[in-house]
Nanobody
Framework: VQLAESGGGSVQAAGSLRLSCTAS????????MGWFRQAPGKQREGVAV???????DYSDSVKGRFTISTDNVQNILYLQMNSLKTQDTAMYYC???????????????????WGQGTKVTVSS
């Protein structure tokens, strides 16, 4: 599985950005997909995930501001980020894991496949 992020950049606080992740997984295969981020000097954290059936999960820090979605035809994962804050500044990573029996697709699980990341900088 190969993942490639794009769409990062610099934006002022309260602005918006949309991240994209092109995934080399077949649309019919059962994957849980997600976005993670890591700020300098901090641990990586789960931001948002989406299950094959469209169920989503978000970290409390982004609920109501970020939206995760997929284009299953083109195998693209999106993260729409609105009302950005300076604390959203981080490297953002796309991730995927093939679903297995009993698994719940949440921001807390360990993902297997990772992209190279795209940088987001939010200035005040």
């Amino acid at each position: 599985v190969q993942l490639a992020e794009s769409g990062g950049g610099s934006v002022q606080a309260a602005g918006s950005l949309r991240l994209s992740c092109t995934a080399s997984v077949y649309a019919y295969m059962p994957y849980c997909m997600g976005w993670f981020r890591q700020a300098p000097g901090k641990q990586r954290e789960g931001v948002a995930v989406i299950d094959k059936d469209g169920t989503t999960d978000y970290s409390d820090s982004v609920k109501g501001r970020f939206t995760i979605s997929t284009d299953n035809v083109q195998n693209i994962l999106y993260l729409q980020m609105n009302s950005l804050k300076t604390q959203d500044t981080a490297m953002y990573y796309c991730a995927a894991i093939r679903r297995y029996l009993g698994m719940k697709c949440t921001v807390s699980i360990n993902f297997k496949y990772w992209g190279q990341g795209t940088k987001v900088t939010v200035s005040s």
